[in-house]
């Protein structure tokens, strides 16, 4: 069992409060270079459950005074340079199991969208296609109710399994996460663990086929393989506007638009870019910028669609 040990910049009696844990607990733990923008501060606190029996007892011993947060892949979160307070969690490996039944898929909220996409349609099972084009972690999916390619998790979810912030182990059906746009009701604290997605019977082949095409339409429409967080904010609802989030954005004269290290893309307006050396501020800076200038242009607010999350500056 692993316990926390107090560190030069790690607060003593903080330390004292974390219960042991089989995974891993880190403090002051770098977090940037594990975000898509390659931004960000440091956890107060790293955790990596060994398995949910894991996550379940440490969160029961937990003082319920003190912050949690999860995270996942990081693909759509700008984390603030001043970093984390309280417990960040990351699931890994014991999270990460694929069980394809005949007409499901049930896997571990570490699984990649895209991963558990694939597998489906090996197995012969469509309709979670859509996952190829989601660039993030089951368990986060579900946290957003994300989406893409005219298909959500609210379409496919059969269940959820959470552990919630006091360690009890929960199945919740998909009625009870109250699913919106890119927001769903998980209960404040807790953390999804495991999935069953839905299915249908196919060819094979057809789904590949459709994997194929979503990943092409994202290598031509998107700046994939550049240090981004995916689309920055929402569509603004049809009824007021039928144009898309990405249209205002360039009619705003944004296109390209950089500040500091971050810019808006080129190649898609609706992603913000690391050209390099941005800082998180640089890239939720610019982001407000846009905000500014399409509120200007149009009349109309874009709403962030990418968490924030963090202190904008270093914990004392």
Known sequence: MMAAAASPTFPSTLASLLPPVRGRLQLQAPLGQQSWFGVGGAAEVLLRPEDV????????ALSP???????????????????????VIRLARGFSDIVVEPDGIVC??????????EHAAAA?????????????????????NAGAYGAEITDVLDWAE??????????????????????????????????????????????????AEIKAAREASQPIRARTGGSTFRNPDPSDTPLKAWQLIDKAGCRG???????????????LLNTGDATAADIEGLGEEVRRRVRDASGLDLHWEIKRIGLKEPMA
Do not use: W
């Not at 892949?73 to 340079?81: C, E, G, K, P, V």
């Not at 552990?163 to 182990?169: A, C, K, L, Y």
């Not at 109250?178 to 927001?183: E, H, L, V």
């Not at 209960?187 to 094979?204: F, K, Q, T």
């Open 53 to 60: 029996e894991d996550l379940s007892t440490f969160l029961a």
């Open 257 to 271: 638009l950089r500040l500091g290290g971050a810019q808006v893309s080129e190649k898609h307006c609706n992603f």
């Open 124 to 144: 012969g099972l469509r309709g979670l296609e859509f996952l190829a084009g989601i660039p993030g972690s089951i368990g986060g999916a579900v946290a957003m």
């Open 162 to 211: 959470i552990v919630n912030r006091s360690g009890e182990f929960v199945r919740l059906p998909p009625e009870a996460l109250a699913f919106g746009y890119r927001r769903s009701a998980l209960p404040e604290g807790a953390v999804v663990v495991r999935v069953r997605l839905r299915g249908e019977p196919a060819d094979p082949a057809i789904a590949r086929a459709r994997i």
């Open 65 to 87: 005074e003190l912050p949690v947060i999860t995270i996942g892949r990081a693909s759509n979160l700008i984390i603030r340079d001043g970093g984390l307070p309280g417990i």
């Open 108 to 117: 571990g909220a570490a699984c990649q969208d895209m991963t558990v996409a």
